[in-house]
């Protein structure tokens, strides 16, 4: 089937169908593997001792929470640019996973903070865009439900998305750009990962476990709002023929 | 397994807070496909279909 028969709804739910218990099963595993590894597996942090068990949600729930809005961002451009049918339907279904996944990074981090760094929460550039990133979730979904053409909702969302996407490389550089509490970037460097094997690789598939989760809730999500649009759809037209 | 050590509250606490949230995520997918579902089924049994729908029905 050429991507482009993507672009259809009915072919998407029809793909879409065969899909889901493949990557239903594959996620099921990946965490089974991932938590396997890291509890069982990886060593506790020299430092850190078993608080670095944090990390394996930690982390993969921060890297989803921008991925994401990127991805979002991505169908908002196909919103706006090539007016792609399933752009917004893939936007809208997104943002509460993203805001989810992005709490979990959020409360996770404060429960790590608060053993290693003495507190809960701090103001510093990291923990605070990365609460604004979670605002930013809220936001888009609040304009989601109170506009209720879905394609003027789309519009509207996907421009609100765009700007939003100006945080991602705030988040990504904070650590950098400014002296934060927050270590520094570990894993996505320019000199290679600064992680010991043993602790990235449980890291690593923990990761994986999180995005074929999204991938999976994400297209299940796609084909209920694309179900919810038809059921808009029969029941104007009910009304039209009343 | 090794020991939790003085911060087992705050590890247990994390990963409870994640499956919860995870749990819940997929409750509601499965519960907005179910309703969803059921609201397509009515509207078809009243005769409400699509058009595209109506021609495979009427070709078939």
Redesign the interface.
């Known amino acids: 089937m050429p991507l482009i028969d993507l672009a259809n709804p009915?072919r998407f739910l029809a793909l879409t169908q065969r899909l889901l218990p493949g990557l239903a099963v594959a996620t099921a595993l990946a965490f089974a593997a991932g938590l396997y590894l890291a509890?069982?597996v990886a060593?506790?942090d020299y430092q850190q001792?078993?608080?670095v068990?944090?990390m394996f949600?930690?982390v993969p729930?921060a890297w989803l929470g921008m991925g994401i809005w990127a991805l979002m961002s991505l169908s908002a451009l196909g919103t706006l640019v090539w007016r792609h049918p399933l752009a917004d339907v893939a936007a809208k279904t997104a943002a509460?996973?993203g805001a989810?996944?992005t709490?979990?990074c959020l409360?996770?981090g404060a429960?790590?903070g608060?053993?290693m760094w003495g507190t809960y929460w701090v103001w510093d550039a990291r923990l605070t865009s990365v609460l604004v990133l979670f605002l930013m979730y809220l936001g888009v979904l609040a304009l989601w439900r109170t506009v209720e053409d879905p394609a003027r909702a789309g519009r509207a969302a996907a421009i609100l998305t765009l700007v939003g996407a100006v945080n991602l490389p705030i988040i990504k550089f904070s650590v950098d750009w400014w002296n934060t509490l927050h270590q520094p970037a570990s894993v996505l460097r320019l000199d290679g990962p600064a992680l010991h094997s043993s602790i990235m690789t449980p890291l690593l598939v923990m990761a994986l476990a999180f995005a074929l989760?999204f991938v999976t809730?994400h297209v299940?999500?796609m084909?209920?709002e694309i179900?919810?649009r038809?059921?808009r759809?029969?029941?104007l037209?009910?009304a039209g023929a009343a | 397994m090794t020991a939790l050590g003085p911060h087992a509250a705050f590890i247990v606490a994390a990963y409870a807070v994640a499956a919860l949230v995870i749990v819940a995520l997929i409750l509601w997918v499965l519960a907005d496909h179910r309703t969803q579902r059921r609201l397509l089924a009515d509207l078809e049994a009243r005769g409400i279909t699509r058009r595209s729908e109506r021609r495979r029905t009427e070709a078939a």
Do not use: C, E, Y
């Open positions: 009915t509890w069982f060593p506790d001792g078993a608080t068990k944090i949600v930690h729930a509460p996973i989810a996944l709490f979990v409360v996770t429960l790590w608060r053993p989760l809730l299940s999500a084909r209920n179900m919810r038809r059921v759809t029969l029941r037209m009910q």
